[in-house]
């Protein structure tokens, strides 16, 4: 069609992307599950080095995490969530991705990354609430099965996904670049 008609679509498209969010009510209060913005990148990044093996995988530097936001918000198979608490302080953060495949008949599988939670947060149930919340999203795009992967030594990682369902049912290899 004409510019006009794909400029519209390009802004209806960005609309909906940003729009996807959630309540997720708990017993330790209402958080908002939204999508992240470029401003949100610091706390971001800050989730992500706060854990044990945080000081040796991730960079002090901000650009690294910015340059990898742009690419990320800029497919539309991908979805960076961030979690707020009733103070609008930032407390969890996730990423999920739509990948389509031939594999299982054609089916999508819905992949979720970088989960954390602050440690102020956690033994609330809001990774619990977040996982549901992301089958929902993955559900919505098509997707027939959802994947995570984790270090194998992060034994608490394993066993919160394992007390979502999640089974060990393949042996992932993985290789520096």
Excluded at 48 to 67: C, H, I, K, N, T
Excluded at 69 to 95: F, K, P
Excluded at 138 to 144: E, I, Q, V
Aim: charged content about 25%; some cysteine; overall charge positive.
């Amino acid at each position: 069609m004409g510019g006009w008609l794909d400029l519209l679509v390009a802004r209806l498209q960005a609309a909906a992307r940003t729009s996807v969010r959630g309540i997720l009510r708990l017993a330790g209060g209402t958080f908002r599950l939204e999508h992240a913005t470029r401003d949100d990148v610091p706390a971001i990044a800050a989730l992500l080095s706060d854990d044990d093996f945080g000081p040796d995988r991730e960079s002090p530097e901000l650009a690294p995490y910015e340059a990898a936001y742009a690419l990320v918000v800029r497919d539309r198979s991908n979805y960076l969530g961030v979690v707020r608490n009733e103070e609008d302080c930032i407390v969890a953060t996730m990423q999920l991705t739509v990948i389509p495949g031939l594999s299982r008949g054609g089916s999508s599988r819905l992949q979720i990354e970088g989960l954390r939670v602050a440690d102020a947060s956690r033994s609330q149930g809001l990774g619990t609430a977040m996982v549901e919340w992301a089958h929902a999203f993955g559900r919505a795009r098509g997707a027939h099965l959802s994947q995570v992967t984790t270090d194998e030594a992060r034994e608490r990682a394993r066993a919160f996904y394992a007390r979502l369902g999640y089974r060990s049912a393949h042996v992932g290899l993985k290789r520096h670049l």
